[in-house]
């Protein structure tokens, strides 16, 4: 079985039932070419136009929300004027940084959680994410 680093973009689109265009092909490339990792629009952007990738930022953000809803990628709101995508999609927590805006991984088995309300009738949790803030010490 191929790891995720070994699928190419235009198969990974596919799998998602996304059309392999080539803009999102070369996106699924960017985003998925240095494995797991939290990034922005904006970030993803910059590395399109370095790459020479032409693309809009407007595109970015409706690519990076389509991969979303297809479930290749998740969505962090760590900030509310910040919106991280996740290329790790299994279950897991967050270290944030504050000041440095860096988002870093904490495995599931890490942190354990109970007492969770009753969802509301027809309603089911779809998963809980666990943000911890960080600072470099005072004093």
Same mark, same amino acid.
């Given at each position: 079985?191929k790891?995720?680093l070994?699928?190419?973009?235009e198969?990974?689109?596919r799998?998602?039932g996304?059309?392999p265009?080539r803009q999102r092909?070369a996106l699924?490339e960017?985003?998925? @070419?240095?494995g797991?990792?939290?990034?922005?629009?904006e970030?993803?952007?910059?590395?399109?136009?370095?790459?020479?990738?032409p693309?809009s930022?407007?595109?970015v =953000?409706?690519t990076?929300?389509?991969?979303t809803e297809?479930g290749?990628?998740r969505v962090? @709101?760590?900030e509310?004027?910040?919106? =991280?995508f996740?290329?790790?999609v299994?279950d897991?927590?967050?270290f944030?940084?504050?000041g440095?805006?860096?988002v870093?991984?904490?495995p599931v088995?890490?942190i354990s959680?109970?007492?969770?309300?009753?969802?509301?009738?027809?309603?089911?949790?779809?998963?809980?994410?666990?943000?911890?803030?960080l600072r @470099?010490?005072?004093g």
């Open positions: 079985m790891t995720a070994e699928i190419g973009s198969d990974r689109l799998h998602y996304l059309r265009t092909m699924a960017l985003i998925f @070419a240095k797991d990792r939290h990034l922005t629009v970030e993803l952007h910059e590395e399109a136009v370095t790459a020479g990738v693309v930022l407007a595109t =953000y409706n990076l929300h389509q991969f297809a290749m990628i962090l @709101a760590v509310s004027a910040k919106t =991280y996740d290329t790790n299994s897991h927590h967050h944030f940084v504050e440095e805006n860096e870093l991984d904490i088995n890490n959680i109970g007492n969770l309300p009753e969802p509301p009738p027809g309603m089911e949790i779809a998963h809980v994410d666990v943000v911890i803030r @470099a010490k005072r």
